[in-house]
C-alpha cells in the first residue's frame, strides 16, 4: 500500500504541524490541495480543536492530520525557575518589564484521556505524535478507533520502537528541520543525524513506511528523498509565508532577511532543543543552557519579553522557528506551493481540488 493510500491523500506530501505558527486555514488549503494538512494541538484546548476541526471540515471533505505532544509535565524546581529568572533580569530590566510577569501557566500538554476522548469525537483520519506516544493506557484506546498514527523518529532506535508500538509510518526528523527535536530515547543531541543519513537507514530497517522531515524545501528535495526511499515527505518551513500561515510579522521579517541564514537549536525558549532563527535571545542566554527550566516551563518567563519586543517590532526574544533551509519560502499560496513540491513527485498537473 502506497503512503497515499495509507493516509488517503492524492499526494504522498504532508503539512509538518507547526503550534503557535498556523491553525485550521493552512490546514485546510494543504489537504484541499491534494496533500495532508495538520493542525497542532499541543498549545489549543479542547473547544478551540473542535473550532478549528469544524472550520477545515467547512473548506474540504479531504483528510487532516491532528498533531499532540507527548512530554512528560516535568516536576516543579523553585530553585530552577528563580535562577533561571535572575538570569533573565536584565533583559527584563531592558524592556522595562516587570519579574512578576511571567505566567505560570503551562502553554504545551501532552496527549491525554481528554484529548483521547476528543479524538475519539472528531474522528481525523489521521493523528501524529512528537516526543514518541501516549502511555499504553491512552495507546492502545487510540489504537482501537482505527485512525491512522504517525510518529517523530530522530535515530534509528526510536524508529525501531515506533515501529514495534505499532505506528502506520514513521516521520524521519533530520538534524536540519525547524521547529522541536522530536527526540525521545534520550538527550544527547549528538545522536542526531542530517536528514539524507537518517532516511535511508530508516527505510533499510523498518518495514512501515518513512517520511521524510527536515531541509526539504523544494521540488529537488522532495525527489531526493523519494529516490532513497522515502514514501513520502513532510514539509513545514517553506510554509511559514504563506497567506494563510499565520507566521507574525517579526518571524515572516527574519525568514526574508539575512538573519534566516543563520539558525541553531535551542533550549532557552521552551525548555526543549528546537531549532529556529539565532536571535539576540539565543545569543544571551544559549543556544543550549543547562539552566533553562524544564519543558515547557521555560517559556512562560520569555512570554513576557517577546510580548514587549515584539510591540516594538523586534524578534529578539521570539522564537523564529525555521530549518536549515528556508530557500523554499515564498510568499504564494499554500496549494501553489503544495503543487510545486508535487513536481519532486513527478506530477505533471496539479490534483483535483474536489
Given at each position: ?8 491523500t492524492?499526494?504522498?506530501l504532508l503539512?509538518?504541524?507547526m503550534?503557535?505558527?498556523q491553525?485550521?486555514?493552512?490546514a ?14 499541543a ?10 476541526v469544524t ?7 479531504h483528510?487532516?492530520?491532528?498533531n ?8 516543579e524546581?523553585a ?11 536584565p533583559d527584563?530590566a ?13 502553554s ?18 489521521v ?8 502511555e499504553?493506557?491512552l495507546w ?8 491512522r498514527?504517525l ?6 532506535e526510536?524508529?525501531?520502537?515506533l ?5 502506520d ?16 530515547l534520550?538527550d ?27 531541509g ?13 526511499g ?5 514539509v ?12 507574525s ?9 539575512a ?7 535551542t533550549?532557552?525558549?521552551t525548555?526543549r532543543?528546537?531549532r ?10 544559549g ?11 521555560a ?9 514587549a519586543?515584539?510591540?516594538?517590532g ?10 536549515q533551509?528556508?530557500s ?27
Amino acid at each position: 500500500m502506497s503512503l497515499s493510500q495509507l493516509l488517503g491523500t492524492e499526494l504522498p506530501l504532508l503539512q509538518a504541524p507547526m503550534a503557535g505558527v498556523q491553525g485550521s486555514r493552512l490546514a485546510a488549503a494543504v489537504s484541499k490541495a491534494g496533500a495532508l494538512g495538520a493542525l497542532p494541538c499541543a498549545m489549543l484546548g479542547v473547544e478551540r480543536i473542535r473550532e478549528e476541526v469544524t472550520a477545515i471540515r467547512a473548506q474540504t471533505a479531504h483528510p487532516f492530520n491532528l498533531n499532540f505532544f507527548c512530554h512528560q509535565p516535568p516536576a516543579e524546581d523553585a530553585a530552577r525557575e528563580a535562577a533561571w529568572r535572575q538570569r533573565l533580569a536584565p533583559d527584563y530590566a531592558r524592556l522595562g518589564v516587570s519579574l512578576d510577569a511571567a505566567s505560570s501557566a503551562t502553554s504545551r500538554r501532552p496527549f491525554d484521556a481528554q484529548m483521547l476522548a476528543l479524538v475519539g469525537e472528531l474522528r481525523p483520519a489521521v493523528v501524529s505524535f512528537h516526543f514518541g506516544l501516549p502511555e499504553a493506557d491512552l495507546w492502545q484506546p487510540l489504537r482501537a478507533l482505527g485512525i491512522r498514527v504517525l510518529a517523530s523518529a530522530t535515530t534509528l532506535e526510536e524508529g525501531r520502537w515506533l515501529q514495534q508500538q505499532g505506528v502506520d509510518a514513521v516521520i524521519a526528523q533530520g538534524w536540519e528541520a525547524g521547529g522541536h527535536r522530536g527526540m525521545f530515547l534520550g538527550d544527547d543531541l549528538g545522536t542526531q543525524m542530517g536528514t539524507f543519513a537518517l532516511l535511508p537507514q530508516l527505510v533499510h530497517a523498518l518495514r512501515v513506511p518513512v517520511i521524510a522531515a527536515g531541509g526539504i524545501a523544494d521540488a529537488d528535495g522532495v525527489a531526493a528523498a523519494m529516490r532513497l526511499g522515502a514514501a513520502g515527505v513532510q514539509v513545514g518551513t517553506a510554509y511559514l509565508l504563506c497567506p494563510e500561515a499565520d507566521t507574525s510579522a517579526v518571524h515572516r521579517g527574519a525568514l526574508q532577511g539575512a538573519q534566516a541564514a543563520e539558525t541553531a537549536v535551542t533550549n532557552v525558549f521552551t525548555g526543549r532543543p528546537a531549532r529556529g532563527i539565532v536571535n539576540h535571545a539565543m545569543r544571551a542566554w544559549g543556544p543550549i543552557n543547562p539552566d533553562a527550566p524544564a519543558f515547557p516551563l521555560a517559556a512562560q518567563f520569555v512570554a513576557p519579553l517577546r510580548k514587549a519586543a515584539e510591540a516594538q517590532g523586534s524578534s529578539d526574544y521570539s522564537p523564529l522557528w525555521a530549518g536549515q533551509n528556508t530557500s523554499g519560502c515564498r510568499e504564494t499560496s499554500a496549494a501553489e506551493l503544495t503543487w510545486a513540491l508535487a513536481q519532486g513527485l513527478g506530477s505533471q498537473e496539479p490534483p483535483c481540488l474536489v
